[in-house]
């Protein structure tokens, strides 16, 4: 999902192509999963954009919109997979091109389009995506200048970049100390703080090395600390790389979380410490255990799951143990002298071995027999003397 960093890119390049000039004519196609679950139709976008100009662009955390010189405004969220195209120009970073067939990066208008405009000379042409449809698209009736104050973004936490006179440690003291959710879950939430997603999130407590699962008001402030300058840190350096991820430090986890489930995965940091992924109530944080460690209580039922890594050598496996099979002695004696003491005859053995030859049987016997009354003479058992002189 796009976040902070991200909706800073796709801004800095609307303010660089769309502000100052005016929309020639605008189209848009109607869904109504972009559209009209926020209570605003396609054409409805289309005509707030058509022959309006473009006088500023804004972005608090995952939202963006643009001000125009005439109320209604569109506000614009990315939801999972949306993004914003401007014809001739490659608005996107590396990760998001290397999914796209050759074919689809020159298409106008691109694959998967829910509106798309030009502006007058010089001519512009721009067009909002989402091929999995979580976007979402709305007007704000309201001054331009007060569209913050307005639902979506009044809602919303402040931005950690862009409203830092909120944004402060004691900002975040209290909201964690006013809460029990998961660290993950508070960064998470929106309300509190916009623009944080999963990526950032796991960076995040990463850089501060808190565990992901923790209880938020079982931090000291010493950690909390810690987490609001490392929230500062990578929100700010993500978005002056505009989303860049090719620029991003290599230290990062960032340059590693995305190894589960690939071939050729590392699995580990250079250092050599297992990445992890937990999971709870369905969410996913990648996280390293041994730097990342629990200093109070953790939500019950993680999951963890340690990411394979094709690098590593295999462990050999155990030798099996040679299997013990019993013979059972079947011999006519014995089995008298089972009967006798009222033992159950024993079952036969598949691994018993075939009966000898007729021309030996004479001499088997006489084993047979003596086997069995030194069986005898070590149980303590009397036996009949004729047994004992041909046993001699």
Avoid at 11 to 17: D, E, G
Avoid at 155 to 172: A, I, R, S, W
Avoid at 248 to 272: I, T
Wanted: proline share 7%; glycine share 8%; with cysteine.
């Amino acid at each position: 999902m796009p976040e902070i960093a991200e909706i800073t890119r796709i801004v800095h390049y609307l303010r660089v192509h769309l502000v100052g000039k005016t929309i020639k004519n605008a189209k848009a196609i109607e869904d109504t999963n972009v559209f009209g679950k926020v209570g605003t139709t396609g054409p409805e976008v289309a005509a707030a954009l058509t022959g309006k100009k473009v006088l500023s662009a804004g972005t608090q955390g995952k939202y963006f919109w643009l001000v125009l010189d005439q109320a209604p405004h569109p506000v614009m969220h990315f939801g999972m997979t949306g993004w914003i195209h401007i014809k001739g120009d490659r608005t996107a970073y590396t990760n998001y091109y290397k999914k796209m067939k050759p074919e689809e990066m020159d298409a106008w208008p691109p694959k998967h389009w829910k509106f798309h405009l030009t502006t007058e000379d010089p001519a512009v042409e721009v067009a909002f995506t989402d091929p999995r449809r979580f976007g979402r698209v709305r007007l704000v009736d309201c001054p331009g200048e007060s569209i913050r104050k307005y639902s979506p973004l009044v809602e919303n936490g402040p931005d950690p970049v862009v409203d830092t006179d909120v944004f402060t440690e004691e900002y975040l003291r209290k909201k964690m100390q006013s809460r029990h959710v998961p660290i993950k879950a508070l960064l998470l939430n929106q309300t509190v703080l916009s623009g944080v997603g999963n990526w950032v999130a796991d960076e995040v407590l990463y850089q501060a090395r808190l565990h992901p699962e923790q209880y938020c008001d079982d931090f000291s402030d010493e950690q909390i600390k810690k987490l609001y300058e490392s929230i500062r840190y990578v929100c700010q350096f993500a978005v002056d790389k505009l989303g860049d991820s090719d620029q991003f430090p290599e230290h990062w986890l960032f340059q590693y979380r995305w190894s589960k489930g690939q071939k050729g995965a590392a699995g580990h940091l250079p250092s050599g410490e297992k990445l992890a992924f937990l999971t709870v109530g369905g969410r996913t944080s990648c996280y390293v255990p041994d730097l990342q460690k629990k200093t109070g209580r953790i939500v019950p039922g993680v999951k963890e799951e340690l990411i394979e890594s094709d690098q590593e050598k295999p462990k050999p496996k155990k030798a099996a143990k040679p299997k013990i099979v019993k013979v059972e002695d079947t011999s006519p004696q014995t089995k008298k002298r089972k009967a006798e003491d009222g033992e159950p005859p024993a079952k036969k053995s598949r691994a018993a071995p075939k009966k000898p030859p007729a021309a030996s049987k004479t001499k088997t016997v006489k084993v047979e027999e003596t086997a069995a009354v030194d069986n005898d003479v070590e149980s303590g058992r009397r036996r009949s003397g004729r047994l004992r002189g041909k046993a001699v």
